[in-house]
């Protein structure tokens, strides 16, 4: 069984920053691609990055600049630091990680969201 458990969201200022991580633990051979997306009210899930195990990263072009993606290969981790951040960034954001476990089965888990709420 595998566990994938983000945390860091919580409320800040317009301008200000978050760092979200995410953990995934349990029955994992390996790692391959991590990344982040968020749901705002109302509106679809959407991609905001990515990166895979050797370390490519790419970015939602409403988030290039701002935000940047990294992982921990040894600690099973992806972390996503978000600066500069505006009330449009509001939303539950979604850690997905593409997981070969341990009987060399892949699949794609998702962690329960953690709410970033941007102020104006």
């Known amino acids: 069984q595998v566990q994938v458990v983000e945390s860091g969201g919580g409320l800040v200022q317009a301008g200000g920053s978050l760092r979200l991580s995410c953990v995934a633990s349990?029955?994992?051979?390996?790692?391959?691609?991590m990344g982040w997306y968020r749901q705002a009210p109302g509106k679809q899930r959407e991609l905001v990055a990515t990166?895979?195990?050797?370390?490519?990263?790419s970015y939602a072009d409403s988030v290039k600049g701002r935000f940047t993606i990294s992982r921990d290969n040894a600690k099973n981790t992806v972390y996503l630091q978000m600066d500069s951040l505006k009330p449009e960034d509001t939303a539950v954001y979604y850690c997905n990680t593409r997981i070969k476990n341990i009987m060399f089965r892949e699949y794609d888990y998702w962690g329960q969201g953690t709410q970033v709420t941007v102020s104006s």
């Open positions: 349990g029955s994992i051979f390996s790692i391959n691609a």
């Open positions: 990166i895979t195990n050797g370390g490519s990263t």
